[in-house]
């Protein structure tokens, strides 16, 4: 790291103290290396401590920013000695250790760690060395080789995508610690990253830097920070700086003096719930549940065949030569090549098609469908954003379409609309464009109305431009802000000093003050009439607007007064009670159609939402019943304070009910996603700010919102969405649930496939001694298959009927329901193919290798028309019309079976269908179709009947009593 000239705009000299002798630093170097640590560690916990809290006292009696300094071993000129040994001893105090990254080989063989690969890779071994040995070098080790080729794609395969996810989370870590930074070390200017601060440092800072730890002000000009709620102005008299703020003006030095979780950020991050991965969504779990299943069973299998081939090896020969006799066992007589055989389900000279298949199997369900499901993410994910932004997390899309309360704020995308001047009175009159107003009333009402500046939060000033004639430009030009300050917010009270240039030599100043009307009113003692006349504000006057008051807020208007007066010099603001009353004015909140089109869509899909703020709660009350969030039950709006006091019984009780929360607390925020989580809800929360981020982190799933979201915000969320608009999180919510939907059918369709194939290639073996399908016609029924049916599947468009996913890990992925359609489904196709093999030469007259191509030929038809089962709305024609994919794959899966049944023809012999045999199969095959949608006929009106008779029988009791 090369050193750099100091930068121009910063300062680096520490301002010099004066008097040194209060300052704490008691570290001792004489003592050991550790007593010196921890010393260090005491004094960094002190120093802490004095920052976190804001004490001013405090600061000053430990020495001010130079005994601070000292302490943390931090020269006032050249910084910290920035060499290896002082740095390492800084991390170590901090314990900020750097994670170590696994590189692909360490991921490869932690992949290779499993039972199912070890005994897989047994099998493998003695499949080709026995097959060598029964049946020669030419064809004795196909079976061995294809369960090797299994293992390596399962191994390779889950490899690279556990290495691709381990690399995306870790650039996803390192964005922010790319940041760069300018600090003071060993007397030179270096950049650093943002990450490499350390504790001592004299950081730089400048307009758009990001502050990256806790600290103290060292030097600078105009420098004011943005921590998330407010803007702050950082000056000797409000020295204290926190980590994740940003400088939005000016420039500066600090002192860092905590980073990382040792900050007032990372102290409430401290508070946030570690979850374990998954937190977004438990359909990775289900996943998982269902590839264990699967690889049991391959585990089972593997044993088995391990005993098999021990028993083949060990007495296959001596059966050779006594084909009469059996051999024993301890005594005991068994025909070893009959129970060998009955167990692999082998014949003799050919492949073994269970084993190989049932590795294939494994293979197929524990890397195929993630793969798949894989793919149908980042679709969706694409499609859900439409480049308005990016996921954080592949699966937050689908967690979206999880969750059931949304908690969002004023400035987290819920566009609450604009409030626009409905009403002004000056005395009791209401103005009008008739009514005539003196010059000097209009002028003071203008000049009130542009000392508030031109803010986003300023709906006069277009009013007054086109109402009253206000010409901004001419009064900044004409008028100089001597003092501002907002008490709250403007809304409550905002004051401001200024001086006009007629004033300037009569030493005057025009005190403006704006806000509520009731705290206007009430520091209020004379008021103007339309004529300029300034009167007395009696009680009768004041009881006389209150009752204006009220009267425009039964109409839901929001009621603000401007007032003024003339001082000279610098006047005592506090407890003055004599303003000029200007006059009252109404606002109304106009709400946006869309706004409160996506707010009835959450609403409709089962979905809370809570609007969280720190504005007053009876300004929230209005927006939550304009919204429709509330519904007039008790306890709907809360008090922030009143939520934080109750204990925990009493919260969790409340939350149910909670719509709208005000005067709300970042540490409220964290509360409140806490409490909801504990009641089994899956949480979003939507923030921008810094100070949201504990809530985000806690939250099932985090969302930043708008360009304006802080960098911290958007690093610690799931979703970024780049717009602020509302609606595109009912599109996210809305394709969550469709992908998941379409993962779950995928998912039954797969195993429907799977069962079935097992079903008959078990019977047919076990009954006939030979089965239907081979190894090679499996593989590739379960590829021209699985993947376009899968991208039919989990394609489908979103419908409004869509339910929301399971909430909680105990949730199945597949209910018992459809555990009920795969089993008899899988049970109709395997007694359909296992009768044709048993009388469809007969019935047909056809040979055994038509018989066979028919039964493999039938099996893929069944899966064809299965995807009709799985895809059916009410209305048949409905999701086959409008689904191009679903046309395709159908298309592309006969083309593919019409061209490998010509192909096997001539290359292996396998038997060419003509005409006939095709239409009998695609009549077989349409048998599927038709006895899914009799059995769920059936059940339909066995249920029907099964209400419709308790109904009668508690109709016809009620009525013998």
């Excluded at 979850?275 to 438990?282: C, L, R, S, V, Y």
């Excluded at 006799?325 to 060998?340: L, R, W």
Aim: charged fraction near 20%; include cysteine.
């Amino acid at each position: 790291m090369h050193a750099q000239q100091e930068p121009a705009e910063i300062v680096q000299v520490l301002p010099t103290s004066t008097d040194h002798s209060q300052a704490s630093i008691d570290i001792s170097f004489d003592a050991s290396n550790d007593d010196v640590n921890e010393n260090l560690k005491l004094q960094h916990e002190r120093v802490a401590k004095i920052v976190k809290s804001g004490d001013l006292n405090s600061l000053q009696r430990f020495g001010g920013v130079n005994g601070i300094a000292q302490a943390l071993r931090t020269d006032s000129y050249k910084g910290i000695p920035g060499d290896e040994k002082d740095l390492c001893s800084r991390r170590h105090i901090d314990n900020n250790h750097a994670p170590v990254a696994q590189c692909f080989l360490k991921v490869l063989l932690r992949c290779c760690n499993s039972s199912v690969i070890f005994f897989l890779s047994v099998s493998a071994v003695l499949s080709i060395g026995f097959g060598i040995d029964e049946k020669g070098l030419r064809t004795g080790w196909y079976e061995g080789c294809i369960i090797a080729l299994g293992i390596i794609m399962l191994v390779v395969l889950s490899s690279i995508r556990e290495f691709l996810n381990e690399k995306q989370n870790k650039k996803q870590k390192r964005s922010h610690s790319q940041v760069r930074i300018d600090v003071l070390r060993g007397g030179n200017w270096q950049k650093i990253s943002i990450s490499d601060v350390v504790l001592g440092d004299i950081v730089g800072l400048r307009r758009g830097y990001e502050v990256p730890g806790d600290g103290l002000f060292i030097s600078g000009g105009n420098l004011k920070l943005d921590d998330g709620s407010k803007t702050t102005t950082i000056d000797e008299r409000n020295p204290f700086i926190y980590y994740g703020s940003k400088v939005i003006n000016g420039d500066g030095c600090m002192l860092v003096t905590s980073v990382g979780m040792d900050t007032a950020l990372g102290e409430m991050m401290s508070q946030v719930t570690n979850e374990p991965a998954g937190k977004i969504t438990f359909l990775p779990a289900q996943i998982d549940k269902l590839s264990i299943t699967t690889q049991i069973i391959g585990l089972s299998i593997s044993i088995l065949i391990l005993v098999v081939l021990f028993l083949r090896f060990k007495f296959g020969k001596e059966h050779d030569h006594h084909d009469s006799e059996a051999p024993e066992i301890k005594g005991k007589s068994i025909s070893i090549q009959v129970f060998g055989d009955f167990i692999s389900l082998k014949q003799s000279g050919s492949v073994n098609v269970l084993t190989t298949s049932l590795t294939l199997l494994v293979v197929g369900f524990a890397e195929g469908v993630p793969f798949i499901v894989t793919l149908a993410i980042i679709y969706w994910n694409k499609k859900a954003l439409c480049d308005k932004g990016y996921v954080k997390e592949s699966l937050a899309c689908v967690g979206m379409g999880s969750v059931t309360t949304i908690c969002t704020g004023k400035t987290g995308g819920l566009t609450l609309g604009t409030e626009v001047v409905e009403v002004l009175l000056i005395d009791e009159q209401v103005i009008s464009e008739e009514t005539v107003i003196d010059t000097s009333v209009v002028e003071a009402l203008c000049n009130g109305i542009s000392a508030l500046g031109s803010s986003i939060g300023n709906p006069f000033l277009p009013w007054a431009t086109s109402k009253l004639g206000l010409e901004q430009e001419i009064l900044k030009e004409s008028c100089t802000i001597i003092d501002s300050k907002e008490i709250g917010s403007w809304k409550e009270g905002s004051r401001v000093l200024m001086r006009r240039d007629i004033d300037e030599e009569s030493h005057m100043y025009c005190l403006h003050w704006s806000g509520s009307a009731k705290t206007i009113i009430a520091m209020s003692s004379r008021y103007y009439d339309c004529k300029g006349t300034v009167k007395i504000l009696d009680e009768n006057k004041r009881s006389a607007f209150h009752q204006n008051i009220q009267h425009m807020q039964s109409k839901n208007l929001k009621t603000v007064a401007f007032a003024y007066k003339m001082v000279d010099n610098y006047p005592n603001f506090e407890g003055d009670n004599s303003l000029i009353l200007i006059g009252l004015i109404g606002l109304k909140h106009i709400c946006p159609v869309e706004t409160r089109k996506a707010v009835k869509a959450f609403i409709d899909a089962d979905v809370n939402m809570i609007l969280i703020s720190e504005d007053d709660v009876s300004e929230l009350k209005d927006i939550g019943l304009e919204f429709g969030l509330l519904n007039g039950q008790e306890r709907q709006v809360v008090d922030g304070e009143e939520f934080r006091n109750l204990c925990d019984e009493e919260r969790k009780v409340m939350v149910e009910n909670i719509r709208v929360i005000g005067n709300c607390l970042p540490c409220d925020k964290l509360l409140l996603v806490q409490c909801l989580k504990q009641n089994g809800q899956r949480v979003a929360m939507v923030g921008t700010r810094t100070n949201d981020i504990p809530a985000l982190k806690e939250a099932n799933l985090g969302i930043a919102m708008g360009i304006g979201s802080s960098e911290l915000a958007k690093e610690c969320s799931d979703i970024v969405v780049s717009v602020e608009d509302f609606n595109s999180l009912v599109t996210i919510l809305s394709y969550g649930r469709c992908a998941y939907n379409n993962i779950n059918k995928y998912i039954q369709f797969e195993i429907t496939m799977f069962v079935a194939w097992l079903l008959v290639t078990t019977t047919t073996t076990a009954v006939f001694g030979d089965a239907p399908i081979t190894t090679i016609q499996w593989f590739w029924a379960n590829m021209i298959v699985s993947i376009p049916c899968g991208l039919t599947l989990l394609t489908e468009q979103p419908q409004m009927d869509n339910k929301p996913p399971l909430i909680r890990k105990t949730d199945p992925l597949i209910t018992k329901s459809k555990w009920r359609n795969v089993i008899t489904q899988a049970l109709f196709q395997a007694t359909i193919l296992v009768s044709f093999q048993l009388k469809g030469q007969a019935i047909l007259g056809i040979n055994s290798k038509v018989c066979k191509t028919m039964i493999f030929n039938i099996f893929v038809l069944f899966q064809v028309f299965n995807l009709f089962n799985t895809t059916r709305k009410p209305n048949l024609l409905e999701g086959i019309y409008w689904n191009l994919w679903f046309r395709v794959a159908v298309d592309v899966i006969l083309l593919l079976q019409l061209a490998f049944i010509e192909i096997a023809h001539k290359l292996v012999g396998n038997a060419k269908l003509n005409g006939e045999q095709w239409g009998i199969c695609v009549l077989i095959g349409m048998l599927s179709f038709l006895f899914d949608f009799a059995a769920k006929s059936i059940s339909t009106l066995f249920k029907y009947w099964c209400l419709t008779g308790s109904h009668i029988d508690s109709v016809g009791m009620t009525h013998s009593e």
